[in-house]
């Protein structure tokens, strides 16, 4: 058994429960055929574990290191890694043939880029970056930005950043300080510090395109005085020669997961290098002068699908993980079992191990589906006509900061779990789940924490337009409620219940609006990112389990066991974040710091 992901499931969650194959006949993709997303599938499966897995423990060991010459050096296996992703064509897997790519479907992109990701995040981390930061150029960039940076991020010739942070500011991007001045023909000079830059420096690449949010001389404060600049490590002069810009590595960060990803604090125009004779790193504007972080959005929230389906990837390698070791460890009897001679059982018979795999199995998977579901509205607004895709447009981005943070934080307790069905075994270097929990830890806090996205949900966009978002989502949920029911049985419980909640959640939502006190409004908005993202992950596997009907083997069964868990054992602690909800509880809001 493949221990990354299910090829099985991923199949099914693509043609059974998404019908990608339905995107084959819209022009976009219609020069692709069936086979062909099946056979980039198989790559994708073949190469993760060929290429990416076998060194995914060297790239936790052997961390990057920073050089005297201030070079960053990483295992030469990450490289050779890369290598074979860009020749195969997995960075441009989605992105238009005149850019270089493949112009195959967003949602096959996804679900083939999960193989890499669940195998080794650290190295399959750069790849994500670029991806990101060519789709941002593509929407937003110059003809002549589009034309020389994209091509060479499509086929891994050149990597990406996201410069966003900085020492003082963190996620507060209002209190950004880096500057950038003019410096004549579209140039400009840029001057800061930028910190937990993931990509900041390596050699796996001929250059690095930084993606940097800088004010302008001038520009007013807060986030509407930010613009955004791509800044190239290596610069070429007139003459074809390549020229060091001024970005400086100041240091690495070491963290905990994920290792094989450099994370830098990097200077710009620190002064020791000085193209063309001057200080200050060589920059070019994308976009209109104080759009930087409209700009950047288009980045980041892609990351953000990315981050969340990365989160989803490296829960379903723990699970896997977890399945395989419980079929193999006997250990123990069953209750009632009285004879101390009778062999000992595999520890997947015992109840509590049995409980602890179904949680997994249930968020995991989930949260997978979550993920590629998001993947496949975005083909829809690539794919439709524009007057068909305003509802669409709303729906992702209401489900963004969910798709990004549910994951990463119940993706995180499956991890958890994972080292629990090994025992004292699971906590050691010598069993993958150790590392998996590690890797996946970061996701919480990668683009954008948990409590930032739960700002984000529940202060903007669930009153987006007067709360059509909210409407739209309902009326999905409502969807399949309807489809589900009315009658008896499994489904039709699960869908009242379901569509309860749902009720509940958008009162609760109306009541916590009404609020005089948008401190007040907001105060428990993590709690509501919870709630909505668990509602949506019920809503999920209601529409899967209407995509399997009546089919029944040992496979279907199993999802109806999850579905089935989640329901009874998952779904009511909505009520309980709701019941929290509408009292408006202050406790923390209250708090002064000297209390603590």
Known sequence: MNLLLSRQDVDFQLFDWLSVEDLLGRDLYAEHDLPTLRSVLDLAEDMASGLFFSHARQADIEEPTLSAEAKVDLPEEARTALKGLANAGFIATSMPVSAGGMQLPFVLDKAAFAWFQAANAATSGYALLSMAAANLLLEHGSEEQRARYVPRLADGTDFATMCLSEPQAGSSLSDI?????????????IFGNKMWISGGDHELSDSITHLVLARTEGAPPGVKGLSLFLVPKILTSEDGGRIRNDVTVAGLNHKMGQRGTVNAALNFGEGRHKPFGEAGAVGYRVGAEG????????????ARIAVGASAAAIGYSGYLHALDYARSRPQGRLPGSKDPES?????????????????????VEGALALNLYCARLIDDIRSMPAEHTE??????????????????????????????????????????VERLYRDNRLNPIHEGTHGIQGLDLLGRKVVMQDGRALNVFREKVMQACDQAGPGSGMLAEMS???????????????????????????????????????????????????AIGERSTPYFEGKKAAAKFFFAQELPKVGTAIQLLKSKDRTALDMEPEYF
């Not at 300080?177 to 000079?189: F, L, N, S």
């Not at 062999?343 to 968020?363: C, F, G, R, S, W």
């Not at 919870?530 to 389990?545: Q, V």
């Open 391 to 432: 509802d669409v447009r709303l729906l992702l981005e209401l489900l963004t900061p969910v798709a990004k943070s549910w994951p990463s934080k119940y993706c995180l307790r499956a991890n958890d779990l994972a080292i629990q069905v090994h025992g004292g075994y699971g906590y050691t270097r010598d069993y993958n």
């Open 291 to 302: 759009a930087g972080l409209t700009c950047m959005f288009t980045m980041m929230n892609e």
């Open 496 to 546: 009242r219940k379901l569509a309860e909640y749902l009720d509940d959640m958008i009162e609760a939502t109306h009541v916590l609006h009404a609020a005089d006190d948008k401190a007040e409004t907001l105060a428990n908005s993590s709690i509501y990112l919870d709630a909505f993202g668990h509602l949506t992950i019920s809503w999920i596997w209601l529409s899967k389990l209407l």
């Open 343 to 363: 062999p000992q059982v595999p520890i997947i018979q015992h109840t509590d191990v049995k409980q602890m795999l179904l949680y997994q199995k249930a968020v």
């Open 177 to 189: 300080r880096t500057t950038a001045k003019p410096a004549g023909g579209g140039q400009y000079r």
